[in-house]
């Protein structure tokens, strides 16, 4: 049964980051369930509530880091899926720099996000 | 420990009936992880409302808070995350090396335990919701 069952290529860079970022995202992503759900219900949140985390400087970092590594893990994930799928030549290179733009917009927009969080932008 | 079955392609989904643990498991995992960045860009644009004005943003969560839906489809994405964590820690032990020959008893654990965990938090996922 010593069989990898992994999508990516064994041990190639992209799988090295990958596993990288799980290891970090396994303590931020339960975290931030434990945080928004049981500390703090979804229900309640509230923009001052929001404020009050993020202009803490330990907690937003860590949310920007959690967005970045999150947007990273995901983006690689689907990548590599369409990868096994068969995608070659100029239509991976497409699929890439969509992909690529696709994840610069998105952690713009939560950089962005984060900053009017915690009034540094208002 | 290195011998190889053949199993055939996983992408031929017509045969799920034939299918092993492992290639469940596999299915799962790419299925959960697809749901959550799916989410991500869901809730970045949701939080996006921070940007125009604090009493948007508080209405905006607060509306879609008030929904039973928005509440039952919270617990479906508690199951995902929590399936795609606990696989995900199986598969980093498989890649070290560590418990090969126990892969199909951990992936059912990671199932049990990911049912159980969202059972309990079904009571506080859902408060007030209907
Ligand atoms: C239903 C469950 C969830 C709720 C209720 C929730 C709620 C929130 C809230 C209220 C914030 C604003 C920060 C704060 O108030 O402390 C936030 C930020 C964030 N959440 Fe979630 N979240 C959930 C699930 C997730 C999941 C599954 C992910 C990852 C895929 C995620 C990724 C993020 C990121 C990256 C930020 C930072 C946003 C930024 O920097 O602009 N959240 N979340
Ligand atoms: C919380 C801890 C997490 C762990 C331990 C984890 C672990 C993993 C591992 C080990 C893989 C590679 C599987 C393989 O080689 O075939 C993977 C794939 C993936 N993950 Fe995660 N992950 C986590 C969180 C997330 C989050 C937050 C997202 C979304 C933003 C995500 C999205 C994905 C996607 C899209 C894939 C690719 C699935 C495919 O093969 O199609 N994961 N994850």
């Given at each position: 049964m010593a069989e990898h069952y992994s999508s990516f290529e064994y041990k190639g860079t992209r799988w090295f980051l990958q596993r990288i970022t799980a290891v970090f995202l396994i303590g931020v992503l339960a975290f931030h369930f434990m945080l928004l759900h049981?500390?703090?219900h979804a229900a309640e949140v509230t923009f001052l509530g929001t404020q009050a985390r993020m202009q803490q400087v330990g907690y937003f970092g860590t949310m920007i880091a959690f967005l970045v590594t999150a947007t990273f893990h995901g983006v690689n994930g689907v990548y590599n899926a369409l990868i096994n799928q068969g995608l070659t030549g100029t239509r991976k290179q497409v699929v890439k720099w969509v992909l690529v733009v696709a994840s610069g917009v998105l952690i713009a927009q939560g950089v962005r996000t984060a900053l009017y969080m915690a009034g540094i932008i208002a | 420990m290195s011998q190889s079955y053949?199993?055939?392609?996983?992408?031929?989904?017509?045969?799920w009936k034939e299918f092993s643990a492992g290639m469940w498991a596999w299915i799962f995992h790419k299925f959960s992880g697809w749901v959550l960045i799916g989410y991500l860009f869901t809730h970045i644009a949701v939080l996006s409302t921070a940007t125009q004005s604090g009493t948007m943003y508080t209405q905006t969560i607060r509306g879609l808070e008030s929904l039973a839906v928005v509440r039952v489809l919270e617990v479906g994405l508690l199951a995902v995350a929590v399936f795609h964590i606990l696989n995900g820690v199986r598969l980093l032990f498989v890649d070290l090396g560590v418990g090969l020959e126990a892969q199909d008893k951990s992936f059912y654990a990671s199932l049990v335990v990911s049912a159980a965990i969202v059972v309990a938090s079904v009571p506080t996922f859902l408060a007030g919701a209907f």
């Open positions: 049981f500390v703090n | 053949d199993r055939g392609t996983i992408e031929d989904f017509g045969r």
